[in-house]
Each structure stands twice: as structure tokens, then as C-alpha cells.
């Protein structure tokens, strides 16, 4: 089944969630978790595939737009990452191993950008680590 550009702006967008839930896993998110992020999105997310958003920049954006949003609203670290688990459940095909290798790499240096990795950062890593199969 061939993924369409809404579904990948979908899943950009989940990454946001997911990527924020790790950042605020103990309720707040540190300049240096945003800057691994930003890090990230530049450096690896934005060469993975050749989608655009609505506004017809590279889709990964969409990471960096719902992280930025959901840091100003500080919604619940839980109800985020519970998105970005059940789109991963109902999108089985765009995770290869590239893909959740790169998903792995930028949660973990998140939880490890500011003074290591805290516990609330590792249950939920521990979490993501089972949900790709790792």
C-alpha cells in the first residue's frame, strides 16, 4: 500500500508528540532537550523521504511545529506519547528498521541531553524500546 503525503504529514506530526512526551516525561522541557531535537530534525529527519506539508515545506518540519507547539501548551507527556503509540499500531508499514532506528536515536539523546537520563525519561524509553520491537 503505497503511504500517501497526508500520512506522513500525520506521522511527522506524531513524532512532535512523541519527541515532547520524552521532553516533558518529568513535567518540563530543558533548552538543551528542544536543541537535541532541533539537532535531530535537521541532521537526520529532514532527508528521510521527500513529503511536503500543506504549506509545501519538507514535511519533517511538521516534528519541530507540533514539539514547539505542545512545549507552549504542556499538555500530559502520557496522552502524547498514547498518540503516537496508536498511530504507530494503525502504520505499521512506514516503520522499517531505518526508521525506528532514527525514531530510537533522537528519543534517547533527548532523554540524555540534560544531566542524563532522569526515571520518568527511562520508563518511557523503556516503553518506546518495546513498541518498535527493540
Given at each position: 500500500m503505497k503511504v500517501t503525503a497526508d500520512t506522513m504529514n500525520h506521522f511527522y506530526q506524531n513524532l512532535g508528540k512523541l519527541f515532547f512526551a520524552i521532553a516533558a516525561a518529568d513535567k518540563k522541557v530543558t533548552e538543551e532537550e528542544v536543541t537535541a531535537l532541533k539537532k535531530h530534525v535537521k541532521e537526520n529527519w529532514l532527508d528521510l523521504e521527500d513529503s511536503t506539508d500543506y504549506f509545501g515545506s519538507d514535511a519533517a518540519h511538521q516534528i519541530e511545529i507540533v514539539f514547539d507547539y505542545l512545549v507552549d501548551e504542556m499538555p500530559d507527556a502520557e496522552d502524547c506519547y498514547r498518540d503516537f503509540a496508536d498511530?504507530?499500531?494503525?502504520?505499521?508499514?512506514?516503520?522499517?528498521?531505518?526508521?525506528?532506528?532514527?525514531?530510537?536515536?533522537?528519543?534517547?539523546?533527548?532523554?540524555?541531553?540534560f544531566n542524563g537520563k532522569n526515571k520518568s525519561e527511562l520508563v518511557l524509553l523503556s516503553r518506546l524500546a518495546q513498541l518498535l520491537g527493540r
Open positions: 498511530f504507530r499500531k494503525k502504520h505499521d508499514s512506514i516503520f522499517k528498521q531505518e526508521v525506528k532506528d532514527m525514531i530510537w536515536k533522537t528519543a534517547d539523546s533527548i532523554a540524555s541531553s
